[in-house]
Structures are given as structure tokens and as C-alpha cells.
């Protein structure tokens, strides 16, 4: 189990973008890790997103890793995420 979320993002990347600043200063609560990165690729692979890209290729960044270890994908997906956690 991981300690924090992890926030998967790429560089130029305008959903990624859009996600953070979409959730704020909830930023400071997750890791963000850069899929071009070394660590990025290894979150990448042993979570199997790269499977997942390779089967479905809609899918693009960021993903989100929550502390469940469930991965999260697409800008909508994990803005709704974070509302219903504050909503909680």
C-alpha cells in the first residue's frame, strides 16, 4: 500500500493541467510523478498502465494511483474523484 496518492502527469500536457488546478491546494496530498521519469515509468509498469494504453488507445494522461492502489484515468474521472472526497 502506498503512503499517498500518486498523480501520473506529462510535461505539456493540457489535462494534466487542467486536473491541477482543477483540485487545488489538495496538490500538497499527492505525490506527482512525471511519466517520462524513471520512477514514472516504474509506478507505470508495475501498476500495468501501459498495459492498458496498449489495449485501449482513448486512454491518455494524467492517471491517478490512489492510497487503495486503484488507478484512476482521465481528467474528469479524477476531478470527481476529489469533489466526492470533499464532499465526505
Same mark, same amino acid.
Given at each position: =500500500?502506498?503512503?499517498?496518492?500518486?498523480?501520473?502527469?506529462?510535461?505539456?500536457?493540457?489535462?494534466?493541467?487542467?486536473?491541477?488546478?482543477?483540485?487545488?491546494?489538495?496538490?500538497?496530498?499527492?505525490?506527482?510523478?512525471?511519466?517520462?521519469?524513471?520512477?514514472?515509468?516504474?509506478? =507505470?509498469?508495475?501498476?500495468? *498502465?501501459?498495459?492498458? =494504453?496498449?489495449?485501449?488507445?482513448?486512454?491518455?494522461?494524467?492517471?491517478? *494511483?490512489?492510497?487503495?492502489?486503484?488507478?484512476?484515468?482521465?481528467?474528469?474521472?479524477?476531478?470527481?474523484?476529489?469533489?466526492?472526497?470533499?464532499?465526505?
Amino acid at each position: =500500500m502506498i503512503d499517498k496518492p500518486i498523480l501520473i502527469t506529462k510535461d505539456d500536457c493540457q489535462r494534466c493541467d487542467f486536473v491541477k488546478e482543477k483540485i487545488g491546494e489538495r496538490l500538497r496530498e499527492l505525490e506527482i510523478v512525471n511519466a517520462d521519469d524513471v520512477e514514472g515509468k516504474v509506478y =507505470m509498469s508495475y501498476y500495468q *498502465i501501459y498495459g492498458t =494504453m496498449e489495449q485501449d488507445d482513448q486512454i491518455q494522461f494524467p492517471f491517478l *494511483i490512489t492510497v487503495d492502489e486503484d488507478v484512476i484515468h482521465g481528467t474528469i474521472a479524477i476531478k470527481n474523484h476529489f469533489l466526492k472526497r470533499s464532499d465526505a
